[in-house]
């Protein structure tokens, strides 16, 4: 697969004329809790050469792939990726944490990885991560029996929130670190469901944790008053610097 991964990256390469800078795992393979048929999300960070930039209107910024039931490819153009990082975006600064890498040139993480906690707004961290755990309380965890895939994406994105409430970082995109804030009577009950999914499907069904959620709900409700009352600081102005690398990283994808 990593082969197959490879080559679809040479041949986006040669067939749109771009240059890609960055390509990871985003889903579950780099969360740490994948199943034996899940997917392999990949998501890439290219750009242009430097003539694409200088033109009245601004060209499409997004490539997207048909999946299928082994490979989700998706990328943002450079530009785009860099506003995003300006504006804090929560998944970006989870792919450039990804323990898995396909590609990566010119020193692209190096480049913007000083940049993080300036960039990093917790409010605007902490707003994401509360969607996605909101959904996992109040719509996926709700029944006798609930998807093991659901449990754990709703279970990463509170221990996600609880960690930019508690520490003024970034909070780690793998689950392991993030699991030194899950409180102790949980951790073998987590131990003993990552065991579990790593030879479950994508649709096995577990029944309902009473104690886990009752956690993970505790943990909406911590987070969704954090959100009013604490002191959650606006990001630092790094729209020089991200200008600095962006025009240096057009320079040189495409230098002769």
């Not at 990328?75 to 396909?102: D, I, T």
Request: aromatic share 8%.
């Amino acid at each position: 697969m990593v082969s197959r991964i490879q080559t679809a990256l040479a041949q986006l390469e040669a067939a749109h004329g771009i240059r890609i800078l960055y390509a990871c795992e985003a889903g579950s393979r780099a969360w740490g809790f994948p199943s034996p048929d899940s997917d392999f999300d990949v998501r890439l960070i290219y750009c242009h050469p430097p003539a694409w930039y200088l033109t009245l209107d601004e060209g499409r910024d997004t490539l997207n792939f048909p999946v299928d039931d082994e490979l989700d490819l998706a990328g943002w153009e450079l530009r785009k990726a860099l506003r995003l990082m300006r504006a804090s975006n929560a998944a970006l600064f989870e792919w450039l944490q990804s323990p898995v890498v396909y590609h990566e040139a010119l020193h692209f993480r190096a480049k913007l990885a000083p940049l993080w906690p300036a960039a990093f707004n917790r409010k605007a961290g902490l707003h994401h991560y509360l969607g996605q755990l909101r959904r996992g309380v109040e719509e996926d965890l709700v029944g006798d029996e609930v998807r093991l895939k659901r449990l754990f994406y709703a279970l990463r994105s509170a221990l996600a929130a609880r960690w930019i409430r508690e520490r003024p970082t970034v909070p780690p995109m793998e689950l392991a670190p993030l699991r030194e804030l899950l409180p102790a009577t949980l951790q073998s009950d987590v131990d003993d469901l990552i065991t579990r999914k790593a030879t479950a499907n994508e649709k096995t069904v577990v029944s309902h944790p009473a104690a886990l959620v009752k956690f993970l709900q505790a943990e909406l409700g911590a987070g969704q008053a954090a959100r009013e009352t604490l002191p959650l600081l606006r990001p630092g102005s790094v729209a020089c610097e991200l200008n600095a690398v962006f025009q240096a990283l057009i320079s040189e994808a495409f230098a002769q």
